[in-house]
């Protein structure tokens, strides 16, 4: 079993940089497929950006490409996400995930099974 617990959420003016960290615990025996995921009141959930852990290979959505950053810090088990350009539309609850899941899945982008951990979430809110 695998917990996740985020913190870095926050509100900031659009242009302005959040960053977001998930702390991972437990029983952690292999490579880890990490994500960000986020969702808005009324819309189904969209994944952001995922990273394998096992060599830092990353999936970004076109929406964040070139402005968001994921990343992994392997002896902290910590996973972050660093926010930069954000927009209105970038407002929502961010979850993270995991799953283990082998390097080609994970960064693949399209996944059939859903992710098996996830955290509560935290809202990150953008002001025009």
């Known amino acids: 079993q695998v917990q996740l617990v985020e913190s870095g959420g926050g509100s900031v003016q659009a242009g302005g940089s959040l960053r977001l960290s998930c702390a991972a615990y437990?029983?952690?025996?292999?490579?880890?497929?990490m994500g960000w995921f986020r969702q808005v009141p009324g819309k189904e959930r969209e994944a952001v950006a995922v990273?394998?852990?096992?060599?830092?290979?990353?999936w970004y959505a076109d929406s964040v490409r070139g402005r968001f950053t994921v990343s992994h810090d392997n002896a902290k088990n910590t996973l972050y996400l660093q926010m930069n350009s954000l927009k209105p539309e970038d407002t929502a609850m961010y979850y993270c995930?995991?799953?283990?899941?082998?390097?080609?899945?994970?960064?693949?982008?399209?996944?059939?099974?859903?992710?098996?951990?996830w955290g509560r979430g935290t809202q990150v809110t953008v002001s025009s």
């Open positions: 990273i394998y852990t096992g060599d830092s290979s990353t």
């Open positions: 995930a995991a799953a283990f899941f082998g390097r080609a899945y994970c960064t693949g982008g399209n996944w059939r099974r859903d992710f098996s951990y």
């Open positions: 437990g029983y952690i025996y292999s490579s880890l497929c």
